[in-house]
């Protein structure tokens, strides 16, 4: 029992023994705490001009934010804590930061001091100076505030000091940010500070002008190249170069001094926006659609995501909540980035490396400044300045990226050129060769052609040659026939069918004849238009008396008004426009009548043809023109002539020749009207028409004078003369027609003349000849089978009425009782 007591007050004894110690060690560490964590104060003397604040100052944590100065001074026991870090980083957050220094000065002369807290995007800085007579000195900074309310106007908040040599002062300091808590403080010398301050804005400038050459450079490589890719590039170092400006404090320094609440949410955009442009640059530059298809979507996403998490915290406000998730999208941004120029580089794409070295450099810059923020890390150069250094390192890399991609460019081109040079050098050789072939091969065909056109020439030749035979001799016993059928129909008139219709077959003979001559003619290209001044009144007399009685006979109207008009043309190809164009009015109307006309315009005259025949279909306005066409309800008729289908073709050809625009318009069942512009003669005066032909029968016992070197044509129109009642003096020359006025003093009424007479004398010459021997004009007819441009204009040029063989007896006969009835009409001289 006795053992066992002793052993139970020895271990009282013992457990009391611990417990006073225990006690006295937990009283030498409060005192330690009170008296060791306490700094000092920072003396500045005259042995240095520069001095950081770390390991002199204190910090006190208002999680609140409602603490005042005389609340913080009254706190009771060690509510400081000495700051163990190499910098007062406190990471992002919405407490209220409360710092504490004690400074004495020691220097004999200088007693201007200035304190710099190194961060120009601290929201809100109250600086509380207390001296040992408790006198406070406040004074208010900070990036909320406009920079003109600064008595030191830099970018970092900086405060006066002025301290009395040996004199100690406190200094409080209450910091109100939204953003990193970074508080790195200094006192320096005003003119050290000053000459440090001018420094730093002379590496800044320098900086800052090296990315703006920079981006001027590749801006004027994307304006030259128009490659997009250097556009990307422009927008990703723009974004990093503002982002620099905004931590830098030089935005709130020179962009917007009095609106310091900027800074944050452009400082939150800038980031979304490096991110978007990082991303979108990889993905082009690197051909993502086409190496990394499905990690190129999700950088489109991320990008898409990155700003529209700007628009919205934009919007509602930014908080630290946004910073910390923006910077989880950075840091996915990067890793994206980087494990892209991974895949490029293993598909052969070398500028990938430098890629993935600007990315590597970001990444290590965004990392050690997120470290530092936390605390891992201490606050440095390196640290503080990480996404500055990384992003101005990732320029430059891009940079050389983008020349690498220039250079590998330039030797591809240069490859191509050569290249090329070599190919067009070849094709050269081989298009000469081909060129030389050719040359000769043309010169073989142009000997071919022009072996071709002397033959198309000597075949145009003999074809005129033929035409002009045919013209004359096929015409000649034509009109022979012609005159005799005439004189064999009058003698017994209605008694035989066969005459009749040997004579309708004989008017067919003679007009296909007659339009197949016009069309080959046309055709040859021999024909030549004579333009001159032309009245129209002499070609209408000429064409009412040609064509009046054909229309008499199918009981029609016949009605030309007259015009005093002169118009520039051909006359004798009008004429034959205008004669094709009545006879086919004439031939397809059975009753009412034609009626030939000429309206004045402006710039020309319009000569129409009107008829009230059946009409012509729309449908067949281009056809009829073609040569043998005719409509086939026309063909149909009975009992009418439908023609040749040659008249139209005629005058279209003529038409086109001579520049004259033709046109149709007409009604089924009410007629037609061809419609001629014709090009007036403004230098000629207009001529008045000659008197109207009187249309009465052949006069009995009238003087006709026939000369013809034909004997058949003589003698068959004697007979037709002598048929009608008149008398006829036939002969073969020109010097028979002299002898028969001069000798047998005959004076005929009518004279009746060949244009081509055997002694290479031409009618007209006769016919001059004898109004000469007369002293005065007799009616006169010229009949031709010419068709030459010469003897055409020579007869017209003469004045008299011309007829182109064979002739039509009764046609013949009108001109013939007209001359006459005229020339009774007119007194005599």
């Known amino acids: 029992m006795a053992l066992g007591k002793y052993a139970l007050n020895g271990f009282n004894m013992v457990r009391g023994g611990a417990t006073a110690f225990w006690f006295i060690l937990c009283v030498l560490g409060f005192m330690y705490s009170t008296f060791a964590d306490t700094p000092g104060s920072l003396v500045v003397s005259e042995t240095h001009n520069h001095y950081a604040t770390l390991g002199y100052i204190e910090y006190l944590e208002d999680k609140v934010g409602s603490w005042t100065l005389s609340d913080v001074k009254s706190m009771a026991g060690p509510v400081f804590t000495r700051v163990e870090k190499s910098a007062a980083n406190f990471g992002i957050g919405t407490s209220t930061y409360w710092f504490r220094l004690s400074v004495t000065n020691a220097h004999p002369h200088q007693e201007h001091w200035w304190l710099e807290v190194q961060n120009p995007l601290l929201d809100l800085i109250d600086t509380y100076v207390i001296r040992s007579d408790s006198e406070v000195t406040h004074a208010r900074i900070g990036d909320s505030l406009p920079i003109s309310n600064r008595s030191i106007r830099v970018r970092n908040p900086t405060f006066e000091l002025n301290l009395n040599t040996g004199e100690t002062v406190k200094i409080y300091l209450r910091i109100k940010t939204t953003g990193l808590v970074s508080v790195p403080i200094f006192v320096s010398r005003p003119e050290v500070f000053a000459v440090s301050e001018s420094h730093k804005q002379m590496w800044i400038g320098l900086c800052y002008g090296a990315i703006a050459a920079l981006l001027l450079y590749n801006l004027i490589l994307f304006l030259s190249a128009l490659d997009i890719s250097y556009l990307y590039y422009c927008f990703c170092i723009a974004s990093f170069v503002a982002f620099q400006a905004v931590l830098d404090g030089l935005a709130y320094e020179y962009v917007w001094p009095d609106n310091g609440d900027l800074n944050y949410p452009v400082n939150f955009l800038l980031v979304g926006l490096c991110i978007a442009s990082v991303l979108l640059f990889t993905r082009h530059f690197l051909r993502g659609a086409v190496i990394f298809p499905l990690l190129n979507r999700l950088m489109f996403y991320h990008s898409f995501l990155t700003l529209m998490h700007c628009a919205i915290w934009l919007a509602v406000g930014v908080t630290p909540l946004a910073l910390q998730t923006m910077s989880v999208l ?96 070849r094709r050269v050789r081989e298009r000469t060769l081909a060129l030389d072939r050719a040359t000769n091969e043309l010169g073989e065909a142009n000997r071919l052609l022009v072996e071709g056109n002397t033959k198309v020439v000597e075949a145009n030749q003999a074809k005129s040659e033929f035409i002009a035979a045919a013209s004359h001799d096929l015409r000649q016993p034509l009109q022979a026939l012609g005159f005799y059928l005439r004189i064999l129909y009058d003698k017994a008139p ?47 007399e000429r064409l009412q008396n040609d064509n009046d009685y054909t229309a008499r006979l199918k009981r029609l109207r016949l009605t030309f008004r007259r015009t005093d008009c002169t118009v520039l043309t051909d006359p004798q190809k009008l004429e034959c426009i205008l004669t094709n164009l009545i006879e086919n009015a004439i031939r397809h109307t059975n009753k009412g009548g034609v009626l030939v006309c000429g309206r004045t315009r402006k710039y020309y005259l319009l000569l129409q043809v009107w008829d009230t025949g059946p009409g012509i279909p729309e449908e067949e306005h281009d056809n009829i023109f073609q040569e043998f066409y005719q409509l086939k309800s026309r063909t149909q008729e009975q009992g009418q002539d439908p023609g040749l289908g040659l008249g139209l073709a005629i005058v279209k050809r003529l038409t086109t020749l001579l520049n004259i625009s033709i046109n149709l318009r007409s009604k089924i069942g009410k007629g037609a009207v061809f419609s001629l512009q014709v090009p007036y003669d403004h230098s000629s005066n207009s001529l008045s028409p000659p008197a109207g032909s009187i249309n009465l029968p052949l006069g009995q016992h009238i003087v006709a004078l026939i000369i013809d070197d034909d004997i058949t044509i003589r003698d068959s129109m004697t007979l037709l003369i002598e048929s009608w009642g008149g008398v006829a003096l036939a002969v073969g020359s020109s010097k028979q027609a002299i002898c028969a006025i001069t000798e ?81 009409s007119t007194p005599a001289d």
Request: net charge negative.
């Open 330 to 425: 950075a840091f996915g941004a990067i890793f994206m980035a980087i494990a892209t120029t991974v895949i490029a580089m293993r598909q052969g794409i070398i500028e990938a490396r430098y890629f993935l070295l600007a990315w590597l450099c970001l990444l290590a810059g965004l990392t050690s400044t997120d470290l530092m923020i936390h605390g891992v890390l201490p606050a440095s150069v390196l640290t503080a300045r990480g996404v500055q250094i990384g992003s101005t390192l990732a320029a430059v890399l891009l940079s050389f990226a983008l020349a690498h991609r220039m250079r590998t460019l330039m030797q591809e081109n240069t490859c191509i050129q050569t290249e090329a040079k070599v190919n067009l050098e």
């Open 494 to 540: 209605g008694v035989d069918e066969v005459l009749v219709k040997c004579r309708s077959a004989f008017r067919t003979l003679e007009s296909l004849l007659k339009s197949l001559l016009d069309i080959s003619k046309l055709d040859s290209n021999t024909v030549q238009a004579n333009i001159q001044h032309v009245a129209i009144s002499e070609i209408f």
């Open 744 to 824: 047998e003093q005959i004076v005929p009424d009518i004279i009746i003349a060949d244009y081509w007479l055997g002694d290479d004398k031409t009618g007209v010459e006769v016919v001059k000849t004898l109004y000469a021997k007369l002293q005065r004009e007799i009616p006169t007819v010229i009949i031709t089978g010419e068709t030459s441009s010469d003897s055409m204009e020579a007869i017209y040029a003469f004045g008299k009425d011309c007829l182109h063989k064979p002739v039509d007896p009764d046609k013949l006969k009108q001109i013939i009782s007209n001359l006459i009835k005229h020339q009774q």
